[in-house]
Nanobody, 127 residues
Framework: QVQLVESGGGLVQTGDSLRLSCVFS?????????MGWFRQASGKEREVVAT????????GYVDSVKGRFTISRDNRKKTLYLQMNRVKPEDTAVYYC???????????????????WGQGTQVTVSS
């Protein structure tokens, strides 16, 4: 069983920075899991934002956030992060972290690959 708890969301202005955190708990080691951040805006489908491999050595981003967002993880603290810089109104969404028990040190951009999800944290960017 895995539990994921996100935090760090809030109301910010265009151009601001924000850091989301996701704390992992479970019977297995955090580093056994590939991790990802996903988001869902009101009235839209959930989309991938960024994902990261078990060790953190590999990561992938959706084009719309490349150069602005950075995904990282601290396996000792069992925590996943998303540093969001130069945010835009179109970044407004509920942000979810997700975990996928994975054999290889790779990242996976497909939401269908992830078995465990957090409850989400709301990020609202005002113009």
């Amino acid at each position: 069983q895995v539990q994921l708890v996100e935090s760090g969301g809030g109301l910010v202005q265009t151009g601001d920075s924000l850091r989301l955190s996701c704390v992992f708990s479970g019977r297995r080691t955090f580093s056994d899991y590939g991790m990802g951040w996903f988001r869902q805006a009101s009235g839209k489908e959930r989309e991938v934002v960024a994902t990261i491999s078990r060790t953190g050595s590999n990561s992938g981003y959706v084009d719309s956030v490349k150069g602005r967002f950075t995904i990282s993880r601290d396996n000792r603290k069992k925590t996943l992060y998303l540093q969001m810089n130069r945010v835009k109104p179109e970044d407004t969404a509920v942000y979810y972290c997700a975990a996928d028990l994975r054999q290889w040190d790779s990242y996976d951009m497909r939401s269908s690959s992830y078995d465990w999800w957090g409850q989400g944290t709301q990020v609202t960017v005002s113009s």
